[in-house]
């Protein structure tokens, strides 16, 4: 059957699509934190969540239970990104840093002060080479396989939409 996942401040809870019913919740998911996001990976068969508590969790989705988990540094989490090959999980900062991780060995492969503020979103291309990060007031592109981090300040963005 078709499963959804959602976050509910402190919970995670699991949802059958067809039937509209909840099939299972994780109450305290973060250990009395609210959880921020959830990704499912490798085919659905694993949910990465992560919260206020600085932790990301791999849950097996069949079985509901905690694989493993590990703390990210001392800042709380925005934003998770992993590469195509899920090989790489990237995390954006409320203080504006930008830490990658070997999904496979949960090692930290770098770590980056970007600018002032929280990273509010990522983006990977397709060929797994950069990310684009945004926080308030810069767009920072890191190249990931050297690893070295570029920073733009902008101010306003606007995009054009019209057909020539």
Known sequence: SVRCVQETD???RFWDIESGQQTHIIENAHNNDSVVGLKLIQNDKYL???GLDNEIKVWNVENKKLESSF???DQPLTTIRL???EK???VGTEFG???AFDLESRTQKFKFE???GDIRSMAITSDNKFLISVSYGSVSYTHLTLP???SVQISVVAVSLKKK
């Open 114 to 116: 970007t600018a002032k």
């Open 10 to 12: 402190l919970s995670i």
């Open 48 to 50: 990465l969540s992560f």
């Open 71 to 73: 703390t990210v540094g």
């Open 83 to 85: 590469t195509s090959d």
């Open 148 to 150: 070295t981090i570029y």
């Open 97 to 99: 840093q930008i830490i």
């Open 88 to 90: 790489l999980l990237i």
